[in-house]
């Protein structure tokens, strides 16, 4: 039997929802003009987006969500596909009536985006991949696979945040105690943290699904950006990738790790805004 597990209550905080795929999806829209959305990671809602989507905002729609699994968004008890959260993507975009968006998407978010490529490519005008992969990655999956396990034994929220920070940023970063404990902080305080059963079934769907094959197959104009010291998506995968896609441009941001929208989010801008703004 499928079970649901809702993460909103809508009595205490009446949010957005939109029902699509069979489950509620939260969401935001801010500003305006054309449309861009901003897909998430593992374990990501959309508030991971917060230093970024002022700036955003004041050139475009930007629609931000929850995925599946994750905030305020529902997490249904069954195994999760690439396919099946890029249809709620596109499923979310027609209930919001946005027949087409520039498309950004994050490591997971980042598969999400290439599965929408593939399926429906009519919707995108521009793609951005960020800090992903197009195909499983050895050592994400053993660091996703701990923190798994240090969630199971219940460790603590704060110990796994620790734990995760080397992988997640860089030498810059990490070695500034303020930015560091100021994000295991603001981690910890999320209203709506990730239950394990949604990282369960994310963290399955990240590790299921291989593009390698199909790249040739994306022709969106696609932007794919690495950080420089992403130890768990390399920025050779990421090169790799750029020259398979029929019409990818590869950029590397120096001093920088898996988070480049939190950790050089004016870099991440100016490098995204410009690309979107070029012909």
Not at 24 to 38: F, N, P, T, W
Not at 90 to 117: D, F, P, T
């Amino acid at each position: 039997m499928r079970k649901l597990i809702c993460n909103h209550n809508s009595k205490v905080h009446p949010m957005p929802i939109q029902t699509v795929n069979n489950i509620k999806i939260y969401y935001e829209q801010h500003g305006s003009g054309d449309d861009l959305i901003l897909i998430g990671g593992l374990t990501s809602d959309h508030q991971v987006w917060k230093s970024t989507l002022r700036e955003f905002a004041k050139h475009f729609r930007v629609t931000i969500f929850d995925n599946r699994g994750a905030g305020q968004s529902d997490t249904p008890d069954y195994p999760y596909t690439m396919e099946m959260m890029a249809n709620d993507t596109l499923q979310l975009m027609a209930a919001l009536s946005i027949s087409r968006a520039h498309i950004v998407g994050h490591s997971m978010g980042g598969g999400i985006a290439q599965q929408i490529a593939l399926m429906a490519p009519e919707k995108i005008n521009k793609l951005a991949i960020v800090c992903s992969r197009s195909k499983p990655n050895a050592l994400a999956k053993i660091v996703f696979s701990t923190r798994e396990k240090l969630i199971e034994k219940n460790v603590g929220d704060d110990l796994v945040a620790q734990y995760m920070m080397p992988f997640l940023f860089g030498n810059d970063f990490l070695n500034k105690p303020l930015l560091t404990k100021g994000f295991i902080q603001w981690t910890l305080r999320n209203p709506f943290p990730q239950s394990a059963l949604g990282y369960q079934h994310q963290l399955q769907a990240s590790n299921q699904r291989d593009f390698s094959d199909q790249l040739s197959q994306i022709t969106t104009p696609t932007l794919v950006i690495a950080g420089e010291e992403d130890m768990l998506m390399r920025p050779k995968q990421a090169e790799i990738m750029s020259k398979a896609l029929k019409n990818g441009t590869f950029v590397m941001i120096p001093n920088c790790a898996h988070m480049p929208h939190v950790e050089k989010s004016k870099e991440f801008l100016d490098i995204i805004l410009q690309f979107l703004a070029s012909t």
